[in-house]
């Protein structure tokens, strides 16, 4: 790996659980995101957008079809590959812009687990080509991880579903073809709940782009559905079956928002080495100096305590131990080495590190959105108890 980037040194040797295949995978996305996301970040980040073609380009690459099947335009590569590259998308590239162009790692599994063979070819198939775009819509404005009381509803009406309701901070929620939408179609609680595929252009279907503290080029959205109706064919799954696959779906999704972090912290830390290296103070480099030092080292070790443990728990996943309460935990510490990272680095690099259009400022404002998205903090310190029973 190169040299050049400080933080692969914190990682560097042969993994206990990736196979050596997945060194490939790194590079291929790391070369990616240098060549057509990092020029951009900062243009697209305060233009709020990014061109729809690097889709097809993230596509083309092998960006979007990693850990997907073969049989619908995926990668078929192992199971680190989708965490490596939501990992590397952030540390060389753009929160927002890979925020968007991932949304399909949370919107598509549901609907090839539990959807139907029509529904996975005409769906996955485009999607993994680049040239659609698929989004998962749980959240709601009335609460965001109490996921068995949400109020959206989807009464059966002949051959259609009658939608009401809304979804609030869905990441591609203004350019998204397809929204996989968490439903209420039976009574209160957990098992009254479904998934529904909604698409673009249904009439009573409205998105309003939503402006946030991070992630710029990201189109955040409030979805709102009156009236909307939805074949029932776009069912998916079972109806009262969803919470099961929203749950399965969330441990995923917990995984993936620590790869992303990670990548975060990553990028903060080789920020840092690298200036500290070059800024003289007092006539001697910023580096030498032991306090400067000891912050990098607690960088350091963060880094590899969440490397270490995702991947580990990755490869558990894909064996079939989706150990929620680990998930939890990782998610956890991997929030607070981002938050961490991002705000050594701002302080290593003093005055500079405020300034709009510096890497660690945007760092460090993207740095808060995934202690909340995802489940939060408080939220997972309150689900790993009663997962290790004891609560």
């Known amino acids: 790996m190169d040299t050049a980037f400080p933080a692969d040194a914190l990682t560097s040797g042969s993994s206990p659980v990736l196979p050596p295949e997945h060194a490939a995978v790194r590079r291929r996305v790391r070369e990616f995101a240098l060549r057509e996301i990092a020029p951009h970040a900062n243009e697209w980040d305060e233009a709020e957008t990014f ?75 485009p999607v993994l080509a680049g040239d659609k775009i698929s989004c ?71 998105q309003t782009r939503l402006n946030k503290t991070g992630w710029w080029a990201s189109d955040t959205a409030e979805l709102r559905f009156e009236n909307c109706r939805v074949p029932a064919d776009n069912l998916i799954g079972r109806e009262n079956q969803g919470f099961k696959g929203m749950m399965v779906n969330f441990n995923e999704e917990r995984l993936g928002n620590s790869a992303i972090m990670l990548g975060a912290a990553k990028a903060c830390y080789d920020e840092s080495v690298s200036y500290a290296k070059r800024r003289e103070v007092f006539g001697r480099p910023v580096i030498a100096n032991q306090v400067i030092q000891h912050k990098l080292i607690d960088m350091a070790t963060k880094i590899l305590a969440v490397d ?84």
Request: hydrophobic fraction near 40%.
């Open 51 to 125: 061109p729809l073609e690097l889709y097809k380009k993230a596509a083309q690459a092998g960006v979007l079809g990693a850990g997907f099947a073969a049989e619908y335009g995926g990668t078929g590569e192992g199971f680190g590959a989708k965490f490596i590259i939501k990992e590397e998308l952030t540390r060389f590239g753009s929160g927002g812009v890979r925020a968007s162009l991932t949304s399909l790692g949370i919107g598509l599994p549901p609907i090839l687990a539990l959807g139907h063979a029509a529904m996975r070819e005409r769906v996955a198939r």
């Open 308 to 391: 270490t443990l995702l991947y580990a728990l990755a490869w558990q996943s894909a064996n079939g131990e989706q150990n929620a309460a680990r998930i939890a935990m990782l998610k956890n510490l991997a929030s607070d080495a981002c938050e961490f990272c991002a705000g050594e680095a701002v302080q290593i690099h003093g005055g500079h590190g405020i300034l709009r259009g510096n890497r660690v400022e945007r760092l460090f404002r993207e740095s808060k959105i995934l202690s909340i998205g995802g489940g939060s903090i408080e939220i997972l310190k309150d689900l790993a108890p009663r997962q290790l029973d004891l609560a």
């Open 136 to 206: 998962l819509a749980i959240t709601e404005p009335s609460g965001g991880s109490d996921v068995a009381n949400l109020q959206t509803t989807a009464k059966l009406d002949g051959e259609h579903y009658v939608v009401d309701g809304s979804k609030i901070l869905i990441t591609s929620g203004m350019r998204a073809d397809f929204y996989t939408v968490a439903v209420r179609t039976g009574g209160p609680g957990k098992d009254g709940l479904s998934l529904l595929l909604v698409e673009r252009g249904t009439p009573g279907f409205t």
